[in-house]
């Protein structure tokens, strides 16, 4: 639960900020800021959270983890606040807002830290309340640069206060003192400031932001994670059986051509196997000849010898995935630091739209084959010039906008025709001839592509190219869809 204004006055009273400086401002999700405040050589860590249910400002003792990548609010803070001395901290009235007066010799702003769950917002204002940022921009509540902030006004009586404390009792914390004694017999939690009570709460019980819900967040994020990856695994491994035994089609289009004479065309073959002297019943095709019904059983071999290398390849990747998944789950566990777990848990669970990538467009892995499609023209310009190289494929449909696809070349392996297939879908279905279901391609390699001159960003001519037609293949989507990295 969050904070009410009487815990919050105290938390508040506690802190004796005054005429410290702050230092050091991290932001380390979107609802939290912390910064470090000096004064008298002693150094406290103030956690300021806006969270549903969890709105609070308090001293913490662990040290707060930086974000990976800069957010703008701390970017803002930190050319703007850092530095400058806190002249008053205070809160307005009985309201849940906590007033920051901070200044430099050049420049003076007004924080105002309004914790109230579901509206929570930290607005900076100048001297005559024009907002310059906020932690959240809310444009039709006028919470935006440049619009003019309104300070509640509050002025409450002592009968007010008296009655707002009746209404609003501090905790006293009475479960977290029975596991505080459990866990660390001796010691009087008493004795504990209010903030160190706080801090422990949320860290240990709180619901949104406590060590323990995370944990289970984290196992729920490991097992759904964990079950995909090992049933992918298992597929895996299942057709790598299936080609290791690969030796038998050959033996069974052997046995086909060397008892051909005695075939009657029906649908099925009897013969006796002159390696191991047992009768064998084998399935044929009664439209094709008995060399054609051969033919069958040597190209499957064919295709399960030259798929064993990529076969090999994804298993390899699957088992690499699915350890660095329990090294991730295992440094959760380990990990004490609430805000660090709920970070590695918000990365982890990060939409694979906003992850980064080490290069523009959609990647997949398929067969030991990368493929690479650009959907705009500023992402096949990117790839062009950076990512791409002049062995590698490249294909675009003919007469249709659309984005371009790549696939990675390998040494010495010559691109198989599934692979051809699975990238004519991709660019398809990234064109506008997706609407028709069906295109006709154009492919050639990287190196025969020149660029168009004074032509717009991305566009190529290619030389040397090739004709493919697609026609849309869904299971060829799904597959892919589940080599999308």
């Given amino acids: 639960m969050s904070l009410n204004c009487n815990e919050l006055n105290l938390i508040i009273d506690e802190l004796d900020l005054e005429g410290s400086f702050i230092q050091e401002i991290v932001q380390p999700g979107f609802d939290m800021v912390s910064f470090r405040a000096v004064k008298n050589g002693e150094l406290k860590t103030i956690v300021i959270c806006t969270g549903g249910g969890v709105c609070r400002i308090n001293e913490i003792k662990s040290k707060v983890p930086k974000n990976e990548k800069p957010l703008r609010f701390q970017e803002f803070l930190r050319s703007h606040v850092q530095g400058m ?30 914790l109230w769950s579901g509206a929570a917002n930290i607005i900076v204002t100048d001297e005559e309340k024009i907002i310059q940022d906020c932690m ?13 902030f309104e300070e509640p006004v ?5 009968d007010e206060r008296k009655a707002s404390l009746e209404r609003f009792p501090i905790r006293d914390f009475s479960d977290l003192k029975k596991w505080y004694g459990e866990k660390y017999p001796g010691k009087d939690f008493d004795s504990l400031s209010f903030n160190q009570k706080i801090d422990l709460f949320y860290s240990e019980h709180a619901t949104s932001l406590s060590r323990e819900s995370l944990l289970l967040q984290a196992e ?43 075939y009657d065309g029906g649908k099925m073959l009897v013969c006796q196997d002159y390696d191991s002297g047992e009768t064998v019943h084998i399935q044929m095709d009664p439209g094709l000849s008995v060399q054609e019904n051969a033919s069958k059983f040597y190209t499957q071999y064919k295709k399960a010898v030259s798929g064993m290398e990529s076969l090999e390849h ?56 990368t493929l690479i499609v650009g959907r705009t023209a500023a992402e096949n310009d990117d790839l062009l010039r950076h990512t791409v190289k002049g062995q590698d494929m490249w294909l675009h449909t003919r007469d249709f906008a659309g984005g371009y696809v790549f696939i990675k070349a390998r040494r010495e392996k010559t691109v198989p025709l599934e692979i051809l297939l699975y990238a004519g879908n991709l660019a398809v279905y990234h064109s506008k001839a997706r609407r028709n279901g069906q295109a006709d391609l154009y ?13 717009p960003k991305g566009l190529v001519l290619p030389t040397q190219e090739k004709n493919l037609f697609i026609k849309i293949d869904e299971q060829k989507l799904r597959i892919l869809e589940e080599h999308l990295k």
Avoid: C
């Fill in 85 to 114: 001395r806190i002249n008053s901290f205070r809160q307005i009235g009985l309201e849940r807002i906590v007033k920051m007066d901070v200044s430099t010799w050049q420049q003076k702003y007004f924080i105002y830290i309004r």
């Fill in 136 to 148: 959240y921009r809310r444009p039709k509540k006028n919470e935006m640069s440049g619009e003019h």
């Fill in 154 to 158: 509050a002025n409450p009586s002592e």
């Fill in 220 to 262: 729920k994020w490991y097992n759904v994670r964990h079950s995909k990856m090992e049933a992918a695994l298992k597929r895996l491994q299942a057709k790598k059986t299936e080609f290791q035994n690969a030796g038998k089609l050959r033996h069974t289009g052997d046995l086909i051509l060397a008892f051909g004479s005695s």
């Fill in 314 to 369: 994804d298993i390899s990747l699957s088992e690499r995935n699915i350890k660095e998944l329990e090294d991730e789950y295992q440094a959760m566990l380990r990990e004490k630091n609430v805000i660090k777990i709920e970070q590695m848990l918000r990365h982890d669970t990060t939409p694979r739209q906003k992850t980064e990538k080490p290069h523009a467009g959609l990647h997949y892995e398929i067969d030991g084959w």
């Fill in 443 to 455: 492919y050639t390699q990287v190196k025969h592509l020149r660029r168009a001159k004074n032509g």
